[in-house]
C-alpha cells in the first residue's frame, strides 16, 4: 500500500496561491478553536473503542446496535475528558466518533434535555433533570404524528384532564394521531415528553408538552396501554430508531404537565403562558443548525469531488497527450465550483445567523420580542434554501464522480441519505418559505404605508430602478451583482403582492389568493434569501483573519456564486431589462475566467474545510489520493466476498447448472 | 384492514374528465398489448415462489441470495409460460417479478447473450450460444475499468497474442486496469465477454471482445490466474453482485476471440471489420431503452406522490374548515404536475426513439449507415436529458410526500437508489451531451456551408427571425411554443459555434477552443434535446387511439411541459428578446390555469400509467388509498420490531442504565 501523497494531489497542493490554514482559521474562529478541534477529532478518530467495520457493510440491526454501544461510550468519556462547549462536541462526537451519522441517543440531548430545562418548572427539574442527564433515563420528543408534521394545530393525541384523581388521561383516539417519526424513540427511550392537545372539561386548549415514562425501568417492556415500535427502514438513519407510539387510557399524575408557561391547577383551572411566542427561540435555533449542518455536509461531498477529480484522469484531449485530470475539464468545474462557492456561502450565512439569534436572544429575554418575526423569517428563508441547495449539490458531487460516486466507497450516498431529510424536518422547505413569504409581504405593505422597516428588509421601502438603457455595468464588480439581487428580489416582491391583489380582485377570499400567489410567494422569499446569502459572503470578503492571498482567492469565489446564480436564474434578471442579454453574456464569460483562475487554487479550497479521513469516510476523497489502492482493499473486505464461492451457490446455482448441463 | 377505497381517492376517480384506460391504450399499444401485460404482471405478483419479505428488510446478502433464487425460478418459469417477446419479458420479469430490482442474471440476458450473438462467428455461436441460452454457463461482459468507464480506448487490460501456442494471453498489468463493476461478475457468473486491448507482435490493435472462462464449472472456485470477487455495497442494485476481475498469464485459446467482425488469424494476421460504425447500434438500442426505463421510473415515482397528495390532508387553508388534501396546494401541483407532464412527454420520447432505432436498422442492414450519426446524436441527448430529469423528479416526489417519503415504506428511495446510476453509466450524461453537441456544430457548419441537413437538424439551416417589438403572441398555442423551442436551440447552437470560432481566434487549439465553450456545447445539446422531447409529445396528441376527452386533457399536458420549460429557462427565451417579459408573465398565469384544470385529472392521468400495487411496491402510492394502516402494518413486520425489548438493551442498554441509577 501506498504510503506518499498521489504525485497529482501534491501538485495541486504546491500550485495553491495561497495558505489553506489562514482560511480553517476563518471558518473555525481562529487558530485555537482549530487546534483543539483537531485534538478532539483525532481522539475520537484514533480511539481503538470506536473503530468497527464500516456501517455499509452491516445490516440495519447491525448499525443500530454499533450506534448503541458507541453512544453509550460517547457519554463516558465526553464526562471524562470533561467536553460539554458545543463546538466541542461537534468535533468529539458528532463528526468524530459518529462521521455525522445518527444514533440512538440524538434526540436525548438535543430535544429531550432542552425541553426539561426550557419548560420544567424548578420541582420539575429537580425531579426529572438530574436522572436524565445522568442517563438514569433516556428520553425523546414525541411530537409527530403519522398524520400531522408541520402543522402543530392538527396534532390529535389528548390529554385528558380528570380532576377526580388529578390524572390525565393520555389516549391515541385514531390511526393517524399515532405518534410517527421521533428519533431513538422505537427501542431506545423508556421516557418522553410527549405533544399532545390538552382537555379539561371536554374544552380543548391546544397542544402541550408531558412527561411521560413509557417503558418499565425494569425490563425495558412497554408499560401498560402504551404500544411503542420502530417505523421501519428509511433511506438513511438506519442506526436511529425511529419511532412510533399509541396510548389506551394511560394515567399519569398532574405534575406530568411541564408547567413553566401553561398550568393546570389542581381543580382543572388553566393558567395561560405570559407570551405564546416564547417557544419560537427554539424553533430558530434549530433552524440555523440546519444552515449550518447543510453546509457541512456539502463542504464534505465538495471535498471528495474535487480531490477524486484531481485525482481521476480521463479520455484524450489531445491527441497523444497524457489523459487529463477530470477537473481541467471545464463542463466539472462547472458542475463542481458552483457548489464549493455554495458550500462556502452557506457556512458564512450559518456563522452569521447563530450571531444574530444570540443577539436577539439577549434582547427577547431583556423583553423585547419584537425582533422574533424577522428572525423567523430569515431563519426559515435560509434553513429552506440551503438544504436545497446540499440536496442538489450533493448528488450533482456523486455524479460528477462517475461510476465510483454510485459506491458507497465513496461516501457520497451515506452523506446524501443522511442529511437529505433536511428538506422536510423540522418545517417542510415549501410551507417556510412561505412563512418568510407572509413576512415579507407584511413588511411591503408596511412600507407603503411609510412605516419603517427592519434592517433585513428594509431594501423593500423602494425598488432600485431599472437603468436606462445602454448604460454599462461591470458585472463582475460585486457592489453591482449586490444591488442586482437587491432589485430582483424587491421586484418579486412587489410582484407576489401585485398578484396577490390581483387574486382579491378577481373575487378570490384571502386564503384562495394566497394559494393562487403561492408559487410567486416562495419565488420572491428564495430571492430574499439569496440576496442575504450573497450581500453576506461580500461582507466577510474584509475578515481581518485573511491575509491578502486568501482574500483574493475568497472574493472569486463569491464572485463565481453571485454569478453563477445570475446566470442560472437570468431570466428573473433578464425580465424588466434590469441586466440585458449583453450584460448575461458578460457574466458567462466572467464564470468561465474565474473558474480557469480558481482552478490551481480547488484542492487547497476544499483542504482548508480541515476534514480528516476518518471524518470524510471516503476512498475517493482521501487526503493521500491513493484512490484505486483503497477501492480494491475496501471492495475485499465487504461481506460478500468472505468466502470466495457464496454460499448461495450451493444452495440454489449449482444444482441449476448442473441440470441445465445434463439437459444440453 | 380496510377493504374499501379511501374516500377522497374515490371522488377523484369518479371526478376525472377522461377514461384512464384510452390513454392506458395508447402508451401500451393498444388493448391487445394491455391485456397481456396485465395477465402477465399478474401471473408473477401473484406466484407463491416469488413471495418474499421486503427487500429493504433484509441484509445485502440476504438480497443478493432472493434475487437469485427467484432469477433461476424466472428462467424455467418463462420457458414453461413460452414468453419470449420482449415486452412481454418486461412485464413479466421486470417489473412483474423483479418490481424493476436489478438481480444477478441481468447481464446474462442483456448484454452476454446478444454480445455471443451479435459478435460471434457461427461456429462460435454453435460451441457456446446454445450453452449460454439453456443457462449450462452464466456470462457477463466484462468492460467497465477501475480507471475507465465512458472512454473505451483508455481500457488496460491486455490479450497479447502468442503466435506459438495459437492462444491470447490476458494480463491486468496495472491496479486501475482491474474490471470493476460488470454487473453479475463478483459471485454469479462463470463465464464473460471480456474487452481487452489486443496486442500482436507487440502492435495495439485497440478493444476487442473475447469469451474467457473464469470460475471452475465443478466447484465454482476462480480458475488458476483469475482473480474476482464483489466489489462491495452501493446506494443501490444490492441484489446485483457487481463485480471486479483481474487476470495475471492466463491463457485462452484464438478461437475465443469473438471473430464476426475483426478476426485474427494463426499466424498473428490481423484482418480489420468492414465498419468501425458497427458496434454502434447495441449503444443507441441501450440508450433508447435508458429512455424508456427513465420514463417509467418517473411515472412511478409520480404516481406515488399524487395519489398520497389525494389521501395526505394537512393544514388549515381556511379556518375552520377541513384540512384540504395537499394536492390542493398549488405549490404542491407546482412541484408534481410539471414532473407527471414529463412522464409523459418521455414515454413519448422512448416510443419515437424505439421506432426510429428500428427503421435505421433495417437501414443500415441495407448498407446505408449515413443515419448512424443522427440516430447516436438522437439518442445521447434524450438519454442524458431523460435521465438527469428523472433524477430531479424523483426526488421532487420523495420530499413532496413529506418525512413519510423518506421512509422505505413510499417506496420512492429505493426507486430513486435502483435507477439513478442511468446518469452515469452507459455513457456519462454530460460526454453524451457533448457527443450530441458535436453532431450539432458539424451540422451547423454544413449548413453553413449551404448543405442539406438530415431531419431533425434542418431548424438549423435558418434561425427564426425575433419578431418585432410590440407584436402579440399567443403562448398558449403549442405551435408558438415549438417555434420558441425551436428558435431557442438553433440560437444557443449559433451562439455556441460562435464561442468556439472566437476561442479559436483567440490562439486557443481546437481541443483548448472546445473545452473552454463546453458549457455552452451542452446548453446546446440539452436545448436541441428538449425541442425535440416538446414536438414529438404534441406530435401524439392526435393519435387516433384517443378520444376527444383523453385527447384534451393530454393537449393540456403537453402545454404545462412546455409552457414549464419556458419559465424554467426564461433567460433563454428572454436574452435575445425573442419572448419578452410580458410573454413570460402570461406563461405564468397560463400554468397556474393550466394546473388548476388538471388537477381534476391528476389521479386519472397516473391511473393510466397502469401500475398495479405490487409493481409499485408502496405503502402511499397503494391504488386504494388506505395508507396509513398499512403504514403501520408494514413498520410492525419490520426486523427491529421482532421483538418488543431488542436484545441490544441486554448487552448494552440495561447495564448502563443501572450503573448510572446506582450512581444518583
Not at 296 to 319: D, G, N
Request: hydrophobic share 35%; charged share 20%.
Amino acid at each position: 500500500m501506498a504510503a506518499k501523497m498521489n504525485p497529482d494531489l501534491k501538485k495541486e497542493r504546491e500550485g495553491a496561491s495561497f495558505d489553506p490554514e489562514k482560511i480553517t482559521n476563518l471558518l473555525y474562529g481562529g487558530p485555537d478553536r482549530v487546534t483543539s478541534k483537531r485534538e478532539l477529532e483525532s481522539l475520537a478518530l484514533n480511539d481503538p473503542d470506536f473503530q468497527h467495520e464500516d456501517l455499509n457493510f452491516m445490516s440495519r440491526e447491525q448499525q443500530y446496535e454499533t450506534q448503541l454501544k458507541k453512544s453509550i461510550l460517547v457519554v463516558q468519556k465526553q464526562k471524562e475528558l470533561g467536553i460539554v462547549d458545543q463546538m466541542d462536541l461537534h468535533s468529539y462526537s458528532y463528526n468524530g466518533v459518529f462521521q455525522s451519522m445518527s444514533g440512538p441517543f440524538g434526540l436525548h440531548t438535543s430535544m429531550f434535555l432542552p425541553t426539561l430545562r426550557g419548560q420544567g418548572t424548578d420541582e420539575q427539574k429537580a425531579k426529572w433533570l438530574k436522572m436524565a442527564e445522568e442517563y438514569a433515563i433516556i428520553g425523546t420528543y414525541a411530537q409527530t404524528e403519522m398524520g400531522h408534521g408541520t402543522f402543530l394545530r392538527g396534532l390529535e393525541t389528548t390529554s385528558t384532564y380528570d380532576p377526580q384523581t388529578q390524572e390525565f388521561i393520555l389516549n391515541t383516539p385514531t390511526l393517524t394521531g399515532t405518534k410517527w417519526w421521533p428519533g431513538c424513540l422505537g427501542k431506545t427511550s423508556n421516557y418522553c415528553v410527549l405533544m399532545a392537545q390538552l382537555y379539561i372539561h371536554g374544552k380543548s386548549y391546544g397542544p402541550h408538552p408531558f412527561m411521560v415514562q413509557i417503558r418499565s425501568l425494569q425490563d425495558h417492556k412497554p408499560l401498560p396501554g402504551v404500544t411503542v415500535g420502530d417505523i421501519g427502514p428509511k433511506f438513511g438513519y438506519q442506526g436511529n430508531d425511529n419511532g412510533f407510539l399509541r396510548f389506551d387510557n394511560v394515567r399519569i399524575p398532574r405534575d406530568n404537565m411541564l408547567m413553566k408557561y401553561s398550568r393546570v391547577e389542581p381543580d382543572g383551572t388553566y393558567v395561560k403562558p405570559p407570551s405564546s411566542k416564547l417557544a419560537y427561540g427554539t424553533m430558530v435555533r434549530v433552524r440555523s443548525m440546519i444552515v449550518g449542518e447543510a453546509s457541512e455536509s456539502l463542504s464534505k461531498a465538495v471535498t471528495i469531488a474535487i480531490r477524486y477529480s484531481c485525482v481521476r484522469r480521463q479520455s484524450e484531449m489531445k491527441p497523444g497527450h497524457p489523459e487529463p485530470q477530470v477537473l481541467d475539464y471545464v463542463t466539472q468545474q462547472y458542475k463542481l465550483f458552483p457548489f464549493l462557492a455554495a458550500a462556502y456561502a452557506f457556512v458564512f450565512a450559518s456563522r452569521t445567523m447563530i450571531f444574530v439569534y444570540f443577539q436577539s436572544m439577549a434582547k427577547i429575554s431583556s423583553g423585547d420580542i419584537t425582533v422574533l418575526p424577522e428572525l423567523h423569517a430569515l431563519s426559515s428563508g435560509l434553513k429552506s434554501l440551503s438544504s436545497w441547495v446540499m440536496n442538489a449539490g450533493i448528488e450533482e458531487c456523486r455524479m460528477a464522480c462517475g461510476g465510483h460516486g454510485y459506491s458507497h466507497a465513496s461516501g457520497i450516498p451515506s452523506i446524501y441519505m443522511e442529511h437529505t431529510p433536511a428538506a422536510t424536518y423540522e418545517g417542510e422547505n415549501t410551507v417556510l418559505m412561505l412563512q418568510t413569504a407572509r413576512y415579507l409581504m407584511k413588511s411591503y405593505n408596511q412600507s407603503m404605508q411609510g412605516e419603517k422597516l427592519a434592517d433585513s428588509v428594509a431594501y423593500l421601502s423602494g425598488v432600485q430602478p431599472v437603468p436606462a438603457a445602454g448604460r454599462t455595468r461591470n458585472v463582475l464588480d460585486l457592489g453591482v451583482l449586490i444591488e442586482a439581487y437587491q432589485h430582483r428580489a424587491a421586484r418579486l416582491v412587489h410582484e407576489a403582492a401585485l398578484q396577490l391583489r390581483n387574486e382579491r380582485q378577481a373575487g378570490k377570499d384571502q386564503p384562495d389568493a394566497w394559494n393562487a400567489a403561492s408559487v410567486d410567494l416562495v419565488k420572491a422569499a428564495k430571492a430574499h434569501s439569496q440576496y442575504f446569502v450573497v450581500k453576506n459572503f461580500a461582507g466577510r470578503l474584509t475578515d481581518p483573519a485573511l491575509d491578502s492571498a486568501a482574500q483574493a482567492v475568497l472574493t472569486r469565489l463569491c464572485q463565481l456564486y453571485a454569478l453563477h446564480g445570475v446566470v442560472d436564474n437570468s431570466g428573473d434578471f433578464l425580465e424588466d431589462d434590469y441586466l440585458t442579454g449583453t450584460d448575461i453574456r458578460q457574466a458567462r464569460r466572467h464564470i468561465n475566467a474565474l473558474m480557469a483562475k480558481l482552478r490551481p487554487d480547488a484542492v487547497a479550497l476544499v483542504d482548508a474545510f480541515d476534514f480528516p479521513d476518518g471524518i470524510l469516510n471516503s476512498v475517493l476523497g482521501r487526503y493521500d489520493g491513493n484512490v484505486y489502492e483503497h477501492l480494491l482493499e475496501w471492495a475485499k473486505a465487504s461481506p460478500l466476498n468472505k468466502t470466495d464461492v457464496h454460499e448461495s451457490y450451493h444452495k440454489y446455482l449449482k444444482p441449476f447448472l448442473e441440470a441445465n448441463r445434463a439437459k444440453l
